[in-house]
């Protein structure tokens, strides 16, 4: 059911493609104000125009660009009450043994450091709520927090450390008395434009397809309406006793294995 967030004011991280779009989209169709944050301008703009939410062009781990947009929330909607920590790279990652330290701190310092600094300014922000501290905070990790992959060392562990992350402002925000829930998401592989596309362009589409449905035993990627849509849940009264949880999103991608006939 539509409106389930009116009156409600969200953030999103990378928020000009992929899930981000697609959870700025959602949002704004359940009701919500929301502010969103990337690097692609012209991307940005687009998004924006589509749904009315508001765009900003901020990098997530540039620590001292936070501030100013906590404060430009607050003092546009007086409150904050869903913090969807989204942006995400894998550039410049590979294995361990062939990875440059430039590659290394970049991934590091968007999907580590940028979720720390979402989640602290966002619990900073919603202790300002006119009704008391409350709000929703969920971090987007991946299903690969739990199955590594071997070529993407950067990306694996920053994911594996971001429910760590959850798990420690969870307690912190519930033992210092507010009502700010923290959880992380664990997508499977998901069916983005991004994804769409590298199928399209690569010489067999066919087989491309049908090694990243392979990655599920249901045979399929996730849609990103099912990933906004467990978002959206998380935001809401229904899933007031939520807090500090990974919840896996990925088709039973890591449920376990069949064994022999």
Not at 74 to 87: E, H, I, K, P, T
Request: proline share 3%; aromatic share 4%; with cysteine.
């Amino acid at each position: 059911m539509a409106g389930r967030l009116e009156g409600r004011v969200a953030l999103v991280t990378g928020g000009t493609s992929g899930i981000g779009a697609g959870a700025v989209e959602r949002l704004r169709a359940e009701g919500a104000e929301v502010v969103f944050t990337g690097t692609r301008t012209d991307a940005g703009a687009d998004v924006a125009a589509r749904t009315g939410a508001h765009f900003r062009a901020q990098r997530v781990e540039e620590a001292s660009a936070w501030p100013a947009l906590v404060e430009e929330i607050l003092d546009r909607f007086g409150r904050l009450d869903l913090a969807f920590a989204n942006a995400g790279t894998e550039a410049g990652d590979s294995s361990v043994e062939e990875i440059g330290i430039e590659g290394w701190n970049r991934v590091i310092g968007v999907n580590l450091t940028g979720v720390m600094l979402t989640v602290q300014h966002a619990i900073r922000a919603m202790r300002r709520n006119p009704e008391g501290p409350a709000g929703a905070i969920v971090i987007n990790s991946s299903m690969n927090a739990h199955r590594a992959m071997g070529n993407y060392v950067a990306y694996s562990v920053s994911k594996t450390a971001v429910c760590a992350l959850a798990k420690s402002a969870a307690m912190h925000c519930a033992t210092s008395g507010t009502r700010i829930r923290v959880n992380a998401i664990l997508p499977g592989v998901v069916e983005t434009p991004l994804i769409t596309d590298l199928i399209a362009k690569s010489p067999d589409p066919a087989a491309v397809r049908a090694r990243f449905e392979s990655f599920s035993p249901m045979g399929r990627m996730a849609r990103v309406e099912e990933i906004t849509g467990l978002l959206v849940f998380l935001a809401t009264e229904e899933a007031a006793y939520i807090n500090g949880a990974e919840i896996l999103i990925d088709g039973a991608s890591t449920a376990g294995m069949m064994g022999a006939a």
